[in-house]
């Protein structure tokens, strides 16, 4: 039951930003709001089937999403910022020793798991290749290899630890 109304929940509000734009009740008007519910119902029904054990029920607490709205302003936007001037400079220098290694995440849930690996892949100078499901391992390709078995602060900084304080 968490997961229909968490995906009906989610597909309501992904619903909203697409049709925002101005109307009657803030950006939108009292039609599309209307609208909006039973499409986020049919939704919720069709995905939770398909996403039910993915998505965990923790995505209902408001705490968590203000905890992910700060993660994705903050954190995530600093880490982004400074990866981009890292890459910068190493185009320019040439200063460039890339290889794929593997990072513990220590992370239980797939979610969080998912989240991480979408984090570092959105970073410039790091792409997730591969997850080692059993271990809840990363393969990322990174730009600056300086050890084969760098530790996950040296690659992607704090994202594990925003990712087990969001979803687990």
Not at 80 to 96: F, H, L, Q, S, Y
């Amino acid at each position: 039951m968490g997961a229909y109304v968490a995906v009906t929940i989610l597909s309501y509000l992904f619903y909203l930003v697409l049709t925002a734009g101005g109307g009657d009740v803030g950006l939108w008007s009292v039609k599309e709001l209307v609208i909006g519910l039973p499409v986020a119902v049919i939704a919720g029904l069709a995905g939770s089937r398909v996403f039910g054990e993915y998505v965990p029920a923790s995505l209902l607490n408001p705490y968590k999403w203000g905890l992910f709205i700060y993660y994705v302003c903050v954190p995530f936007f600093t880490a982004m910022a400074k990866a981009n001037i890292d890459v910068a400079m190493r185009v320019i220098t040439g200063e460039i020793n890339p290889g794929i290694v593997k990072i513990k995440t220590g992370l239980k849930k797939d979610m969080a798991l998912t989240l991480l690996a979408n984090s570092i892949t959105l970073t410039p100078g790091t792409l997730s290749v591969d997850v080692d499901e059993k271990e809840n391992e990363l393969y990322v390709h990174w730009i600056d290899v300086k050890t084969t078995t760098p530790e996950p602060k040296d690659v992607c900084g704090t994202f594990p630890k925003w990712a087990r304080r969001i979803v687990e």
